[in-house]
Structure formats: structure tokens, C-alpha cells
């Protein structure tokens, strides 16, 4: 399964959310690959 999360511009929480999301995932017993980037 893969799960991309797309969000808006800066102070929305990006970092914490996709932590957030990697870490439900991994709890789950996903293999989990987190990337974040900053434009």
C-alpha cells in the first residue's frame, strides 16, 4: 500500500502530520519509508 499525503503551504503541520502517519503505519506492521521535503 502506499500513502502520500500532499499538503498546503508552510505552518500546516507537515512534518508532524506525515511522523504522525508513519508511525500509525509502522505500529500497524507496515514497512515504512518517511520522506519529507521543504521547497
Same mark, same amino acid.
Given at each position: 500500500?502506499?500513502?502520500?499525503?500532499? &499538503?498546503?503551504?508552510?505552518?500546516?503541520?507537515? &512534518?508532524?502530520?506525515?511522523?504522525? &502517519?508513519?508511525?500509525?503505519?509502522?505500529?500497524?506492521?507496515?514497512?515504512?519509508?518517511?520522506?519529507?521535503?521543504?521547497?
Amino acid at each position: 500500500m502506499r500513502t502520500v499525503l500532499v &499538503t498546503g503551504p508552510g505552518g500546516a503541520g507537515r &512534518t508532524t502530520l506525515a511522523a504522525a &502517519t508513519a508511525r500509525a503505519a509502522a505500529r500497524a506492521g507496515t514497512r515504512v519509508l518517511l520522506l519529507t521535503a521543504d521547497p
